[in-house]
């Protein structure tokens, strides 16, 4: 080894990126479970009530809105997104974090998409026949 | 025996990365946010780079980001003309505060009751977190757009540096501006150290030290190339610098003295700051990525570690 050459410091590994499909923040960390308020139904105060009861209708709006994601599948859907952008079709499925859409057959103003994934925070809204 | 540095580099980000802060020492370690131009604030573990979300909802660049010192809220500044507070727990936003142009920068107070914000309208801005619907106190007189804005002084004073080229310091009071610094240069970077009142200041080639108190200069260092961010060693023994030539360096706070520079970026670094424990340091680029450093070349921290030579070979083997 000649005089003058330096080792390079060992990694045990690389940082970890971000994941592709979620936002990250694990609920499973210690950390959040120890700074999180827990989500279960704790015994009820006069406070606790109100807090409870929007509780409540969140978990029945992110009910609705899960059940309406799942009804959607496989149908033909009008999204309606920025910029005046009105496209349709296929529905397939979301990301966990609903951060992206798979549709198949995208009618473009360049023609058909056979597969395509839809960023949601360009959606504005979507619509289909039940 | 000499080692060679090995910065860790911390990929996700799409865009250059334009500021970055460390939280203060939590219970879990401490944290590392970045801002990116690609609208994206990331939260990762301080001593690892490992990332752990991405606080999403900004539509454009985003400037600046803080955490506050429990690491339980962050704030972010962009071009999207709002300044967002979020939980930084559960990555949830929790406040937006509109503002009339881009926002450049973001700084809680001690208690965590109250962020600052500066931008690209020339006016300083403070919100009090528990009644967010309240008007924000104004202070304006800088002539144009602010860079950066901090607390000083027990968040009795603010720190404020404008592409006017002046770095002035107001009372939070009487809302005046107490002392007024001028340069023949804009002033590219600002870090405050409470703990010995000790402002960092970067413009030009020059890595400048005042008294945060006065704004008397302590001392001034001129690097070989055009410095964007400097940060002072918690332990006031050395600082780093970076900017144009995509290199890092090194220098000994006491005697000024260039101790050692260091490659890796593939662009301009933006930012630079020492972390709580200073056992290492983050650069945020122009190439998109964050790179962690070790303040002591070689020794067993984080994700990096000290293999004796006559073990080298052994170790290699064994950790397949």
Redesign the interface.
């Known amino acids: 080894m000649s005089s003058g050459m330096?080792?390079?410091?060992?990694?045990?590994?690389?940082?970890?990126?971000?994941?592709p499909n979620s936002?990250?923040?694990?609920?499973t960390?210690?950390?959040?479970i120890?700074?999180?308020p827990t989500t279960l139904p704790s015994s009820s105060s006069s406070s606790g009530s109100a807090d409870e009861e929007e509780q409540r209708l969140r978990a029945e709006l992110r009910e609705r809105f899960l059940r309406t994601l799942l009804l959607m599948t496989g149908k033909r859907v009008r999204f309606d997104m920025h910029e005046h952008v009105r496209v349709h079709a296929r529905f397939g499925a979301s990301d966990i974090d609903v951060?992206n859409l798979q549709v198949c057959d995208l009618e473009t103003p360049l023609g058909v998409q056979r597969e395509a994934l839809l960023r949601s925070?360009d959606v504005i809204a979507c619509s289909f026949e039940v | 025996m000499a080692m060679r540095q090995t910065p860790l580099t911390c990929s996700g980000h799409t865009r250059p990365v334009v500021d970055l802060a460390f939280s203060g020492i939590t219970p879990y370690g401490y944290f590392l946010i970045s801002a990116c131009k690609d609208g994206k604030p990331m939260l990762r573990q301080g001593d690892t780079g490992d990332w752990i979300g991405t606080f999403l909802g900004h539509k454009g660049a985003v400037w600046g980001a803080t955490l506050n010192k429990e690491a339980t809220k962050a704030a972010t500044a962009a071009a999207d003309f709002t300044a967002k507070v979020w939980d930084a727990v559960t990555g949830d936003e929790v406040l937006t505060l509109a503002h009339k142009h881009i926002v450049k920068s973001v700084n809680f107070t001690e208690d965590s009751t109250c962020l600052l914000t500066g931008g690209n309208d020339k006016v300083l801005r403070i919100y009090d977190l528990g009644k967010p619907e309240a008007e924000p106190l104004e202070i304006a007189g800088h002539t144009s757009a602010i860079k950066k804005a901090l607390w000083c002084n027990n968040d009795q004073q603010i720190l404020s540096a404008a592409d006017d080229r002046t770095v002035r310091l107001w009372d939070k009071n009487t809302k005046e501006a107490v002392k007024t610094l001028a340069f023949d240069a804009s002033v590219s970077s600002m870090e405050y150290i409470p703990d010995g009142e000790i402002l960092v200041i970067t413009y030009g080639r020059t890595i400048a030290f005042y008294n945060a108190n006065s704004l008397d200069l302590i001392k001034a260092v001129d690097a070989p190339a055009s410095i964007h961010s400097a940060s002072l060693h918690p332990e006031k023994d050395f600082f780093v610098a970076g900017g144009d030539d995509f290199k890092l360096y090194k220098y000994d706070y006491t005697t000024k003295e260039e101790m050692e520079s260091y490659k890796g970026h593939f662009g301009p670094i933006h930012c630079v700051r020492f972390s709580p424990d200073g056992e290492l340091y983050a650069s945020g680029s122009e190439d998109g990525t964050l790179r962690l450093w070790q303040t002591a070349v070689g020794k067993t921290y984080g994700l990096w570690k000290c293999v004796l030579p006559a073990l080298k070979a052994w170790w290699f083997n064994i950790s397949k």
């Open positions: 330096k080792t390079p410091v060992s990694v045990l590994r690389l940082p970890r990126g971000p994941e936002r990250g923040f694990d609920p960390s210690p950390r959040f120890a700074l999180c951060l925070q």
